[in-house]
């Protein structure tokens, strides 16, 4: 007779090899299977557990499918009305200047509605990190064109691919703000493989470390996939995120410490 | 201190808010308001208190800005005219739906788009029916003077707190531009300890703070619903304010608020010395409306008029208060015109002593 065990009877300090970070709930994520949000929301919770700064962060969601973020981050957070976050962090930031501000955006809401407030809350240097989810489309909307939709790329308002001279080009948000006096640290990352994963961590921490210095501010892009938007499979999704959001979008930094890379 | 001063309204709402302990203040220029930030920038209140001045890169923003801090617990004050309240009303309708408090000034012109720099009073429907989209409800606050431009910053912080609400100080630009003398209050300190609902990080003595005004189940958004009427309905039965001038042997009730209720109390007297027994109702909270008094001062008179800077926005309110008892009627001019206290007396007559 097999005897009942409990998690706790297997789970034992001396087998456990990794563990959700306590910064994550317990909340089922209601993303779509490999979809990179839930990559990106378990990245800021380590480094918030691993700075330990989770009494000293306030976080701020987007309208896009992270809205709920509130509800799988285990700290203070505050709902944005549609591409209003940074102008939120802002007030966040400046009232209470020694806490870590985040707000985390889609590029519907970073690169269309919000436009104004990326731009000027860049430009004013505000010490907040902003983790910018670009998929190249509006997932919570059922897969729009978005802002940053590629040429030639089907959504539900581009059926028949982005036409740029009836529907504008795509816009690269990124490339523009770091080239603002007021942004700090610009970078490119992803999160559909270990080692892109181990990288963009890596980039959220430093966005996370450069609010001590008060400099300006962090935005970190993680380039990734919608699988559900885009109409593919996770495993296709990924593979298409590479072959052509990657050479319109290439992953790296582009502002460290204040000057742009590459050049002097 | 208590101070004695000579000021413009709009300048002693900004000395109002310092003195109030507001913790930050967010706007964006436009005429006839811009003296609020041009004072605040030149006090230094970063300096005298600590407060935060911010110039926002539009009202849209500005309005967010003030989400955020009240979000913190923070007392936040923003202030525009017309068409900027306009851009800010998505930015309100989340503030009442997420239960943040703050104030708001509109020091209205005249519209519709935009309109004239004159003053005006025709953003009346869109302050006190809630504004954008949603079932809530401002409290607004309507003040005749500058005395009144400056206390009732303070109140307003008071109210909005209170109820965990947005309040609206709607005023216009012949308030906001008028120099009169004011008394204001001693410095408050600001505040050190904040609401237990707000956004300061979440401690592990308890569970995390959300600020939010989503919810996807129906049946605990109508829930919510259910609470914030509550909330408005308990402002109508404890926070109405009103005034009234000559009402007691009144024939004829004049129904005024702001700029239009100054000029109306001369009338009164002007109606009066004509030998019509005229008397005047000046709603301080235009929500919530004074409509009991409204409603027994119409068993009393043989006529009502409302007088707005406006087409007749608030004489649908007196209508709906006065049950049909008596007749009501409006008088009102339009695009920055404003009335003078013989015109009113005039428009008495012609409806009622024909
Ligand atoms: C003012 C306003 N306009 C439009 C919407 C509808 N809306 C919700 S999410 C969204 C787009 C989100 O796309 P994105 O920011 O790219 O986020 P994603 O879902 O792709 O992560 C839109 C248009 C809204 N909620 N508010
Ligand atoms: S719709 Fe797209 S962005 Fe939204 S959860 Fe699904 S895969 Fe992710
Ligand atoms: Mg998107």
């Known amino acids: 007779m097999v005897e009942n065990t409990g998690i706790s009877d297997i789970v034992k300090d001396e087998n456990l090899v990794y563990q959700k970070t306590k910064v994550l709930t317990d909340k089922v994520m209601h993303y779509c299977p490999g979809c990179g949000h839930g990559t990106a929301h378990r990245l800021i919770a380590e480094v918030i557990e691993e700075m330990d700064i989770q009494a000293g962060t306030i976080g701020v969601t987007p309208v896009g499918c992270a809205v709920l973020m509130y509800n799988y981050l285990d700290i203070d957070m505050q709902e944005a009305a549609h591409g209003r976050a940074p102008a939120v962090a802002t007030a966040i930031k400046r ?93 490119r990352q992803a999160v559909h493989t270990p080692a892109s994963v181990r990288k963009a961590k890596k980039a959220i921490r430093q966005a996370f470390e450069n609010q001590k210095l008060k400099k300006g501010l962090s935005l970190v892009e993680i380039v990734s996939n919608c699988n559900s938007g885009w109409k593919m499979s996770p495993v296709e999704a990924n593979k298409w995120m590479v072959e052509n959001m990657f050479p319109f979008y290439p992953p790296g930094d582009i502002k460290l410490e204040g000057k742009m890379v590459g050049k002097e | 201190m208590k101070e004695l001063k000579l000021m413009k309204g709009n300048e002693a709402i900004a000395e109002a808010a310092i003195r109030a302990g507001a913790d930050a203040y967010f706007g964006y220029p436009i005429t006839p308001q811009s003296e609020i930030l041009e004072y605040l920038m030149a006090e230094k209140p970063h300096e005298r208190t600590g407060m935060v001045v911010l110039q926002a890169e539009s009202e849209i923003a500005a309005i967010n800005m003030v989400y955020g801090g009240a979000a913190c617990g923070r007392k936040v004050i923003t202030s525009s005219s017309s068409p900027g309240i306009s851009l800010k009303q998505e930015g309100l309708s989340y503030i009442a739906g997420s239960e943040l408090p703050c104030v708001v000034v509109n020091v209205v012109r005249g519209g519709p788009g935009l309109g004239t ?49 947005p309040l609206m100080i709607l005023t216009d630009g012949a308030l906001g531009q008028m120099m009169e003398k004011v008394w204001l209050q001693e410095q408050k300190p600001r505040m050190k300890t904040f609401p237990e609902w707000a956004t300061t990080g979440k401690t592990p003595d308890r569970e995390r703070n959300i600020i939010t005004s989503l919810d996807l189940d129906s049946a605990e958004q109508e829930k919510f619903n259910m609470k914030i009427q509550e909330k408005y309905r308990k402002m109508e039965a404890e926070e109405v304010r009103f005034e009234t001038t000559d009402t007691e042997d009144a024939e004829y009730l004049l129904v005024a608020y702001g700029t239009s209720a100054r000029i109306c109390q001369k009338s009164v007297r002007l109606a009066r010395d004509k030998g019509i027994k005229a008397g005047l109702l000046r709603p301080v909270t235009l929500f919530p409306f004074p409509k009991k008094i409204l409603s027994e001062l119409a068993g009393k008179v043989r006529g009502i008029l409302t007088v707005e800077m406006s087409t007749g926005q608030m004489v649908e309110d007196v209508r709906l208060a006065v049950e049909g008892k008596v007749q009501v009627e409006h008088y009102g001019r339009m695009g920055g015109i404003i009335p003078s206290p013989e015109d009113i007396v005039d428009a008495l007559g012609k409806n009622f002593l024909k």
């Open chain 1, 95 to 187: 009232l209470m200047p020694d806490k870590y501000v985040f707000t985390y955006q889609g590029d519907g809401d970073l690169a269309a509605i919000g436009t104004a407030e990326t731009i000027h809350a860049c430009n004013r240097g505000e010490n907040i990190a902003v983790f910018f989810i670009n998929n190249g489309i509006y997932g919570m909307t059922g897969g729009q064109m978005a802002p940053t939709t590629l040429s030639g790329m089907k959504s539900s308002t581009s059926p028949y691919g982005r036409d740029v001279q009836m529907m504008g080009n795509p816009l690269k948000m990124t490339e523009l703000v770091a080239q603002l006096p007021g942004t700090w640290y610009v970078t």
């Open chain 2, 117 to 165: 720099i004159q003053p005006a009073q025709s953003d009346y429907f869109q302050a006190v029916k809630g504004g954008g989209h949603g079932d809530y409800r401002l409290i607004v606050l309507a003040p005749q003077s500058v005395q009144e431009m400056a206390d009732f910053v303070d109140l307003g912080f008071e109210l909005a707190f209170k109820y965990r609400n």
